[in-house]
């Protein structure tokens, strides 16, 4: 490939990029090239040009570097057989989301970095893709989209009426170690209800959530929710005897009981302060399944107690109690929340956690805002694939066309184009064949795309202002007016 000189005075940044562009297009798709050295000098002319403005000469090596054609580690493509299984899953949690009269909402995929940064330790805090603009302003790509929700809530103010009922489907970043169902990418599904302080919402998000499972076809014998309170582990820790000022810290210890060998989270909690007698009597108590055993321990006057016994009465009534069982150990990681918490999780064990919510009432306050009451959940897009994977539930999703429209004369293309263009003002979908093509080759298409049906227009049938359609299911052939055209 020759190499390529531009000579200029000035070339702005929005001119040189197209060059570029059409540069690499040259290029094989597999074999993308682009100079490996790319000189220029930016500067302000006489103290008054153009910030980013480009001064002669730019030179183009002739020295070409191979670009890796594989995403980013831990990011996807998604060519159109994975593209149809996204937006197969994506409309079913929209749908899933207006059948309980949730209204769709989004938020920028860049925020401002201190709406993601909490208390230490959080897990999130060190893995956000974050970096300072060229304003001098730190920003990064969300990790999850509640914060952005709080500061949309706070910044609407007293314009929206209470209680909101909002979700969104959203792409998330975090830097962090992949695993199965685990990238640094990830889409989200999130519903919310902000402004009731009742375990009535509780209750309604997770019966969202089994409709969804149910839709798709996973049942309660592949999948159950884990449920705690946030005020358990308050209890806990105020009767032996912690200080309050370490609750963030030990829900984030706790969060990785899972995931850590035991030891380890003793030590953890040992170096937060705790007594070793207080460690072992917090995890021996966190391990209890019964909601009545932790009532024995606690006491039936707490809130925890209360909270937790009207959200299982109220599973039966939503239909869902054989979904749900109670686990002293869950938590969340995140640290705000405040009341009941839960987790979908796989009972076969393969899979990390499929989806995870709760209550968060106080944390519109940490960002200036009044405190509301709250909840909601996230609920990935990668570990539900693996699950239906694992199940053999996915469906298959093969490109569907309803018309295959052909010329059989390179003269009639334009005729095909009416043809086409008629039956899309129609609503119906039609694959145009735009070069001559043998009929062969549009059989083969036209079962390659699942077309329902494959409209020829042909010399004799075109000057009598008709077509032929081939019904492709049965066979069946005929001519019809093109007016008729259906």
């Known amino acids: 490939m020759r190499a390529i000189h531009i000579v200029t005075t000035r070339l702005s940044s929005s001119f040189i990029r197209p060059i570029l562009l059409d540069f690499v297009s040259c290029s094989p798709l597999r074999q993308f090239s682009i100079p490996r050295r790319l000189i220029c000098a930016a500067t302000k002319a006489n103290g008054g040009g153009r910030s980013g403005s480009i001064v002669a000469?730019?030179?183009?090596?002739?020295?070409?570097?191979?670009?890796?054609?594989?995403?980013?580690?831990?990011?996807?493509?998604?060519?159109?057989?994975?593209?149809?299984?996204?937006n197969w899953l994506f409309n079913h949690f929209k749908e899933v989301s207006r059948l309980f009269g949730y209204e769709e909402v989004d938020f920028p995929v860049l925020e401002t970095e201190a709406l993601f940064i909490r208390k230490a330790g959080e897990e999130i805090r060190d893995q956000l893709y974050c970096f300072e603009d060229r304003g001098n302003r730190r920003v990064a790509l969300r990790p999850e989209l509640t914060p952005s929700l709080a500061r949309l809530v706070i910044q609407k103010g007293k314009s929206v009426s209470l209680p909101l009922k909002w979700f969104a489907v959203g792409?998330?970043?975090?830097?962090?170690?992949?695993?199965?169902?685990?990238?640094?990418?990830?889409y989200q599904w999130n519903m919310d209800i902000i402004g009731v302080p009742e375990v009535t919402a509780e209750a309604e998000l997770i019966s969202s959530i089994v409709t969804f499972f149910k839709r798709i076809g996973i049942t309660a014998s592949d999948v159950g929710f884990k449920v705690s309170?946030?005020?358990?582990?308050?209890?806990?820790?105020?009767?032996?005897?912690?200080?309050?000022?370490?609750?963030?810290?030990?829900?984030?210890?706790?969060?990785?009981?899972?995931?850590?060998?035991i030891d380890e989270i003793k030590k953890e909690l040992g170096f937060t302060g705790i007594s070793e007698d207080a460690v072992e009597q917090l995890l021996q108590v966190l391990s209890v399944k019964s909601l009545d055993d932790l009532e024995d321990i606690l006491g039936g006057a707490?809130?925890?107690?209360?909270?937790?016994?009207?959200?299982?009465?109220?599973?039966?009534?939503?239909?869902?109690?054989?979904?749900?069982?109670?686990?002293?150990?869950?938590?969340?990681?995140?640290?705000?929340?405040?009341?009941?918490?839960?987790?979908?999780?796989?009972?076969?064990?393969?899979?990390?956690?499929?989806?995870?919510?709760?209550?968060?009432?106080?944390?519109?306050?940490?960002?200036?805002?009044?405190?509301?009451?709250?909840?909601?959940?996230?609920?990935?897009?990668?570990?539900?694939?693996?699950?239906?994977?694992?199940?053999?539930?996915?469906?298959?999703?093969?490109?569907?066309?309803?018309?295959?429209?052909?010329?059989?004369?390179?003269?009639?293309?334009?005729?095909?184009?009416?043809?086409?263009?008629?039956?899309?003002?129609?609503?119906?979908?039609?694959?145009?064949?735009?070069?001559?093509?043998?009929?062969?080759?549009?059989?083969?298409?036209?079962?390659?795309?699942?077309?329902?049906?494959?409209?020829?227009?042909?010399?004799?049938e075109w000057e009598d202002g008709s077509v032929s359609v081939k019904v492709l299911s049965s066979g069946e052939q005929f001519q019809v007016k093109l007016n008729d055209l259906e």
Not at 417 to 432: E, F, M, N, Y
């Open 229 to 261: 309170s946030r005020k358990v582990l308050q209890e806990l820790l105020k009767k032996y005897g912690v200080p309050e000022d370490l609750f963030g810290r030990v829900c984030i210890i706790i969060d990785k009981i899972e995931k850590i060998p």
């Open 171 to 186: 792409q998330c970043w975090r830097y962090e170690r992949m695993t199965r169902g685990r990238r640094r990418e990830h």
């Open 302 to 460: 707490g809130e925890a107690i209360a909270d937790l016994k009207q959200l299982f009465s109220l599973a039966e009534k939503f239909g869902y109690s054989e979904w749900i069982q109670f686990d002293a150990s869950v938590v969340r990681g995140l640290a705000y929340y405040t009341g009941i918490v839960f987790e979908g999780f796989d009972r076969k064990g393969k899979l990390r956690a499929i989806c995870g919510g709760g209550r968060y009432d106080r944390l519109l306050s940490t960002y200036g805002g009044d405190d509301i009451p709250a909840c909601g959940f996230g609920f990935g897009d990668a570990v539900i694939v693996e699950l239906l994977k694992e199940k053999d539930l996915l469906p298959e999703l093969g490109q569907e066309v309803e018309n295959i429209v052909c010329a059989l004369d390179k003269d009639l293309q334009g005729a095909a184009a009416t043809v086409a263009t008629t039956l899309r003002d129609k609503g119906q979908t039609v694959d145009l064949v735009l070069e001559s093509k043998p009929l062969k080759w549009v059989f083969k298409r036209a079962a390659r795309v699942n077309a329902r049906r494959l409209v020829l227009v042909g010399k004799t």
């Open 57 to 86: 000469p730019l030179v183009v090596n002739e020295e070409f570097q191979k670009i890796d054609v594989n995403p980013p580690k831990g990011t996807r493509d998604f060519p159109p057989e994975d593209m149809r299984l996204r």
